[in-house]
């Protein structure tokens, strides 16, 4: 099992910067893909960004260009540089880890940090 904890997150105006990290509780080097998903108030929950083994990425359009996943697997932490941030990137982040378990894959959720961005 692993456990993830965010955190990061809070009140920006838009046009500024947010930098959320999750921690988790066990080495990321074998995790296979870990991201970040958000889901504002009546929506569903939407992929954000992902990265995997290799240093993989994958970006939802909307944050195309303004936001960016890494990874550090001696801190066994992920991150997302959030830039330009716009009223619509308001949202609560989850982090996600998606681990090979034999022929199966386990997935992990953090609780959640909340990202409100003002006009």
């Known amino acids: 099992q692993v456990q993830l904890v965010e955190s990061g997150g809070g009140l920006v105006q838009a046009g500024g910067s947010l930098r959320l990290s999750c921690l988790a509780s066990?080495?990321?080097?074998?995790?296979?893909?870990m991201g970040w998903y958000r889901q504002a108030p009546g929506k569903q929950r939407e992929l954000v960004a992902v990265i995997r083994s290799g240093d993989r990425t994958n970006y939802a359009e909307s944050v195309k260009g303004r936001f960016t996943i890494s990874r550090d697997n001696y801190k066994n932490t992920v991150y997302l540089q959030m830039n330009s941030l716009k009223p619509e990137d308001t949202a609560v982040y989850y982090c996600?880890?998606?681990?090979?378990?034999?022929?199966?894959?386990?997935?992990?959720w953090g609780q959640g940090t909340q990202v409100t961005v003002s006009s």
């Open positions: 066990r080495s990321i080097f074998s995790i296979n893909a």
């Open positions: 996600n880890a998606d681990v090979i378990v034999g022929i199966g894959i386990e997935t992990y």
